[in-house]
């Protein structure tokens, strides 16, 4: 029961969303100081905090189960908003010469949607360790390879998502492979 409530928890703090919000502040942070945080924030909440307040509505008008969205079945409307909203944020940041690592955190942002997408029509994949392995190959990406000790937090939140019941070991580390490698193909050049 305690193993339980803990993998709630930290399926709850660090929800996608959540890592999303904090990983384009501090890209932000690292490609331009105060201004770059304040790009970061505007990235922020359209590439991550409009489509998880869709799904919030989502939720409080019973299209979804649950804010993490378990059932397979009910995760294509969500990450069709998201792909839409990264889309707009995309051109926005590009249009405004935001920063350029921004632009490449939210084109990596994009094409893990995209590819999320395709692979949640036959199989459950894990968001929660996709955005995870992204955010610790973006880190370490922006801010050096000593930040790859966040590797243990990658364990901390596959564990979380298996004690839970929402994920099995393969989908866990599906969606752990699919946010490294897309952050290594599309972020780390283009940064």
């Known amino acids: 029961m305690i193993a339980r409530r803990a993998a709630r928890l930290i399926t709850d703090v660090l929800a996608p969303a ?41 939720v409080r008008r019973g299209w979804w189960t649950d804010v993490h969205v378990r059932i397979r079945s009910q995760r294509m ?28 955190l939210a084109l990596a942002v994009l094409c893990g949607l995209v590819l999320g997408l395709a692979i949640t029509t036959a199989w459950k994949i894990s968001g929660h360790t996709g955005v995870a392995g992204a955010a610790v190959t973006v880190l370490a990406a922006t801010y050096g390879p000593w930040l790859l000790v966040g590797l243990p ?6 564990w979380a998502r298996v004690a839970s019941g929402d994920h099995t070991l393969a989908q866990v580390v599906g969606g752990l492979l699919l946010g490294t490698a897309v952050c290594c193909a599309v972020f780390i050049p283009l940064h």
Do not use: Y
């Open 18 to 58: 959540n890592v999303l919000i904090g990983l384009f502040i501090l890209v932000g942070w690292q490609a331009d100081g105060i201004r770059g945080v304040m790009w970061g924030v505007a990235a922020a909440l359209v590439c991550a905090g409009l489509p998880f307040g869709v799904v919030l509505a989502g």
């Open 77 to 104: 409307v969500p990450l069709l908003v998201a792909i839409g909203t990264d889309l707009a944020g995309l051109g926005l940041l590009a249009a405004a010469r935001a920063p350029r690592p921004l632009i490449a």
């Open 153 to 158: 937090a990658l364990a901390i939140i596959g």
